[in-house]
């Protein structure tokens, strides 16, 4: 088994003292998740949901960095911004809305086209796919 497929993508702990702050680790990295004071929280950390949203925004950013650089087009830098909301007209309800801001001497056509990978990326189509989850109990 390689390391990479022996190590969970994410795990959280809670400390067991009744708050809502749990320990994240996505990856190789340790962060403290939270909820805002309205929710019972304090406001520590990123949301579940925030976490859900930079998933697809670091998604949406290498996708687009890998293939501009396949194509060798002059693309700068590339900022994705990715905001959660809850809309009860839509459906579904869970609305995510992204921002890409492109810069680098692209002609519109390249633009065009760097829209339609950000819609191709993986996890754009898992979210607008849907997944399934399997739990146990242990």
Do not use: N
Request: proline share 8%; glycine share 8%; net charge negative.
């Amino acid at each position: 088994m390689t390391p990479d497929l022996a190590r969970p993508a994410a795990s959280a702990d809670d400390s067991g003292h009744g708050g809502v702050q749990i320990l994240v680790t996505a990856g190789p990295t340790r962060f403290a998740g939270d909820l805002p004071p309205a929710q019972g929280g304090l406001d520590l950390g990123p949301t579940p949901h925030d976490l859900v949203a930079a998933g697809l925004a670091a998604c949406t950013t290498q996708t687009l960095r890998l293939y501009a650089k396949r194509k060798a087009w002059p693309l700068g830098a590339v900022h994705v911004e990715v905001t959660w909301r809850r809309d009860p007209s839509a459906q579904p309800v869970d609305v995510f809305d992204r921002v890409l801001r492109l810069e680098g001497d692209l002609d519109e056509e390249q633009r065009q086209r760097l829209f339609e990978i950000a819609e191709l990326c993986p996890v754009h189509k898992m979210l607008t796919a849907g997944s399934t989850v399997v739990t146990t109990v242990v």
